[in-house]
């Protein structure tokens, strides 16, 4: 007998007389006990005991477990002789036995043992005794979501719904899951916009598994939108999520070699990409600017020396590595909770070329135009955006590539061939008179048009890099330094589904080749991770099952994102592919309607029952934001598991585990009434997502807003309230665009009215006063759902995007007209709210075993001087007595702790001192409302 078990023994024995609860558990589900016992403890109100039971001590530990007033808690697999002693009463041994462990099957069901109430929490295979955890928390009113835990509120009326159960057995619970209907359950979250991945650091990545894998979801996938053959960065090229090049670019331990980097970075405030204008955070308005502790800011793995963009080959190789090791500390903990990892590129590969030189030794020919298309005349593309581009640059990339006939086209772009196009294409050379980028004194071409010719180059030529070299090197430097990887996907382009690419496209059997190439490469490289496509689109037309019949059985998935950023059906191709497994992709969100809210439960749904239809085994989510897409992802991942589940099923159940039982039937009418195709739309893309744009819609639209407002007198508890004001507030904002939009309108008039009448100077600057006070409705309400990194994404998304064009940019043509502004007529610089609002971005609530605790908050406070101090406050699970730690101030308003000595079960909260009355504290209703960490024992 353990020492650890006999410490419970006796404490057990010495409380007989009082209700006590105990978790019996085989000491390597130590991890899922812990779970047991945290949600038991946050649901009741008792902290459970741990008991840990070998199998040759099993049946001797229940029955020195057993006795009056004691609920038993068995955390076992089906064939654990936990199962077995022969007092128990009510097991249902054929449904436990059927319960499947390569899909980790899992069970909760009550029964007595002996005398005493027990509960079975039974998991089958590897993570079925997890699964089995979370699903028991589920029974006891938890809900989980990737941006944090749903708990019941303490501080409601009446308090916790279970509190009697405290001091008594639980209630029955009989749940079986013996599978999924998906075998792959989990999440694409997309890199591009700082709503997004690419504010993510090691720890928000940790956490977003974590809940994933509570959700009992298994997988986590990324795109890169990958090197590009230019001589500036552009948008959505260059990610650092994977590095592209050969193995000779590489440190034999698999970092990147200076000379092998390319200029790399993840979306930050500087980065002027995706419509977003550069704007330092010292110029962001309405107090928002104290949430940044720098100008140029993102988070690790961005530093100072690579943001906006890494400006030394030695700073974009070490972001290359630091992103790498972020990455690879995320995985390897998703692998310890069941959730496999994807990365991967587009096809056809695009990679770095030998450099060139800076006089090429080329002769060429006068050009002759034709005519171009989307569907090239030229069938090898060298670039299509290279701001040095010349006649004899770009024949000099094509001899060294073995052709023998160069083209350019629209000063930038290089295409090679081996012959000339047909005499049909020739048009009138005068099409073909723009100016190469790179020598305004030649002519390349213009738009789709192309201007071809011969050449003759002299000299040694460099060896070109074939598609496998650099695959080889993607996969080798994947081994290194991301061991814990799972899978490799390659993406077909997204100009496949807008272009309707087709499969006679000689870019069809580019990407074929490619792939081909891809699984050469990874069969001699490392032959154990999966391969996978993915892309905008299944397929190319006519046939979008036609990867199902060209490629091998070896690779392992065909997916795809739903086609029309969602707004269509899922693909019936699905239908015939037959050979692969095949997964749908539907859309959580979309990225025009990005910095707005969107709820997709009810499609979701619906194309979940098309893709089971279809016979798709997996099912992915792909999303940016955390917090404002948790009822789409949590239905989804729900339903993975529950096929019967149905829209007006799930809102009931959200609104009452969010917001309490009472007002939830009028809060689930309202979120269904609005759910999907009925939201009303109030941004758009242009030059990059979620544009706001001068308009009035009809206000009647955002009737639901009022209705969800007046309710709020109907919650009870500060959790709950806290909960219910994130929803008001996140829909608040959104008909706050609206106001804004039409303020905007009538803004754009009195200006243009202002341009030629004098006497339309006053109605001018009232236009201006009420378009700020519009603004500043809408980013307060903003600032009230601040939550995480993808709502602050959101609030960079609209000053350095809408706000900009609305707001900044007029500014001057204002003061030429009005004369110096007053201040009512400019955005305030200062919060506005009349209390602190503490954000922490991430929430971590598992820590592995040796981790230390980071954290950091932000402090949203109506003044900074003097600045806020934020201390931590922490005790052990379930303990009575808080320690204070002072957080360190990293800048502005923000703090950071690292905590070392938190080596058990724990929980915290945080409390603002700004001076005076100003304060605040995280979570709200602390120190009744705590947050709670439970370390792994791994």
């Known amino acids: ?315 974009a190789a070490a972001f290359f590595d630091r992103t790498s090791a972020m990455l690879e500390a995320a995985f390897a903990h998703g692998n310890l909770l069941n959730v496999e990892s994807c990365v991967g590129t587009e096809t056809p590969l695009s990679f770095p070329k030998p450099s060139t030189p800076n006089v090429f030794p080329c002769t060429v020919s006068a050009g002759t135009c034709y005519q171009d298309a989307t569907t090239r005349i030229l069938p090898y593309t060298v670039a299509i955006s290279d701001t040095t581009n010349t006649m004899e640059k770009c024949a000099y990339e094509c001899w060294r590539q073995n052709y023998s006939v160069a083209g350019v086209e629209y000063g930038v772009a290089c295409f090679c061939g081996d012959a000339p196009p047909p005499a049909s294409k020739k048009i009138d050379p005068s099409r073909c008179g723009m100016a190469c980028a790179g020598n305004s004194s030649e002519k390349c071409g213009g738009s789709y048009t192309m201007s071809v010719y011969q050449f003759v180059c002299n000299g040694p030529k460099p060896a070109p890099i074939s598609s496998r070299q650099v695959y080889d090197g993607i996969f080798t430097r994947l081994k290194a330094k991301i061991p814990s990887l799972t899978w490799y996907w390659v993406w077909t382009p997204e100009g496949w589904e807008w272009g309707k690419m087709t499969s006679h496209d000689p870019t069809f059997t580019d990407a074929v080749n490619d792939l081909q190439t891809a699984m050469e490469s990874r069969d001699a490289i490392n032959p154990s991770l999966k391969m996978a496509t993915n892309g905008w689109v299944v397929g190319p037309l006519p046939d979008r099952s036609i990867f199902d019949k060209t490629l091998p059985t070896s690779w392992d998935a065909i997916t795809s994102i739903d086609l029309n950023t969602g707004h269509s059906p899922v693909d019936p191709a699905y239908l015939n592919i037959t050979r692969h497994a095949k997964w749908a992709i539907p859309w959580m969100e979309d990225d025009p309607d990005l910095s707005a809210p969107q709820l997709w439960v009810n499609r979701t749904l619906e194309h979940m029952e098309d893709a089971k239809k279809y016979g798709c085994t997996g099912l992915l989510g792909i999303h940016w934001r955390t917090k404002e897409t948790g009822p789409q992802i949590m239905a989804m991942l729900q339903k993975s598991w529950n096929p019967t589940l149905t829209s007006e099923a799930f809102w009931l159940d959200w609104a009452s585990s969010s917001f309490g039982t009472n007002v939830a039937p009028a809060v689930a009418q309202i979120f269904s009434s609005v759910d999907s195709f009925d939201m009303p739309l109030v941004v758009g893309w242009s030059g990059g997502p979620g544009k706001m744009s001068p308009q009035c819609l009809d206000p009647k639209k955002f009737t639901f807003v009022s209705q969800l407002e007046s309710l709020a007198t109907q919650v009870s508890g500060e959790v709950n309230s806290a909960r219910f004001g994130f929803w008001v507030a996140h829909f608040t904002y959104m008909r706050a665009i609206a106001d804004t939009e039409c303020a905007w309108v009538e803004f754009n008039k009195a200006l243009a009215a202002a341009k030629t009448n004098p006497a339309a100077k006053a109605t001018l600057l009232d236009a201006r006063i009420k378009l700020i006070n519009a603004s500043t409705v809408m980013i307060t309400a903003l600032q009230n759902s601040f939550a995480d990194v993808g709502t602050l994404g959101t609030y960079m998304n609209i000053e350095s995007h809408s706000l900009n064009e609305a707001i900044t940019s007029v500014e001057p043509e204002l003061t030429s007209l009005l004369g110096p502004l007053p201040p009512a007529a400019m955005p305030p610089k ?87 009355n100003v304060g605040g504290v995280f979570p709200p209703g602390a120190p009744t409302i705590t947050q709670s960490v439970v370390r792994m024992s791994v």
């Not at 229940?62 to 076992?76: F, P, Y």
């Not at 409601?156 to 405290?166: Q, R, S, V, Y």
């Not at 506005?832 to 981790?851: K, Q």
Request: negative net charge.
């Open 1 to 315: 007998m353990s020492t650890t078990t006999l410490v419970v023994l006796v404490a057990l024995a010495a409380r007989v007389s009082a209700f006590n609860r105990v978790i019996v558990h085989h000491p390597r589900d130590d991890f899922a006990a812990r779970e047991i016992r945290r949600y038991t403890y946050l649901t009741t109100g008792a902290l459970p005991s741990l008991l840990p039971c070998t199998d040759e001590d099993g049946l001797r530990c229940l029955d020195r477990a057993t006795g009056s007033n004691i609920e038993i808690l068995i955390l076992a697999a089906p064939s654990s002789v936990l199962l077995q002693h022969p007092s128990f009463d009510g097991v249902q041994a054929e449904q436990l036995a059927r319960l499947d462990p390569s899909a980790n099957g899992h069970a909760v069901q009550s029964a007595r043992l002996g005398p005493n109430p027990a509960k079975l929490i039974v998991g089958s295979g590897k993570f079925g005794c997890l699964y089995a955890a979370y699903t028991f928390a589920e029974a006891l009113g938890v809900r989980f979501e990737l941006s944090g835990e749903i708990l019941p509120d303490p501080t409601a009326f009446g308090g916790l719904p279970l509190k009697l159960h405290g001091t008594s057995a639980l209630p029955d619970i009989e749940v079986f899951a013996p599978s999924p209907v998906f075998d792959y359950r989990g999440l694409q979250p997309f890199h591009d916009f700082p709503e997004g991945p690419d504010w993510w650091t090691t720890q928000h990545y940790k956490q977003i598994i974590t809940q994933l894998s509570k959700m009992k979801g298994n997988f986590i996938g990324l795109h890169t939108y990958p090197y590009k053959a230019s001589t500036t960065p552009s948008t959505g090229t260059d990610e650092p999520t994977v590095w592209v090049g050969t193995v000779d670019g590489l440190n034999p331990d698999g970092s990147v070699k200076p000379e092998a980097a390319y200029p790399t970075s993840y979306a930050n405030t500087l980065r002027s990409e995706w419509g977003y204008s550069s704007l330092a955070t010292s110029n962001y308005s309405w107090g928002t600017s104290e949430l940044f502790e720098t100008d140029c800011w993102a988070p690790p793995p961005t530093d100072s020396e690579s943001c906006p963009q890494a400006s030394t080959p030695e700073a």
């Open 830 to 916: 200062v919060f506005g709210g009349v209390n602190a609002s503490i954000v922490v971005p991430t929430l971590r609530t598992t820590l592995n075993s040796s981790e230390p605790f980071e954290l950091r908050a932000l402090v949203l406070a109506p003044t900074s001087n003097p600045k806020c101090q934020v201390t931590l406050f922490t005790r052990p699970l379930g303990g009575t007595t808080f320690a204070p730690t002072m957080m360190n101030n990293v800048g502005r308003s923000v703090f950071e702790i690292t905590a070392n000595s938190l080596t058990s079960d724990f929980e915290y909260y945080l409390s603002a001192n700004c001076g005076g």
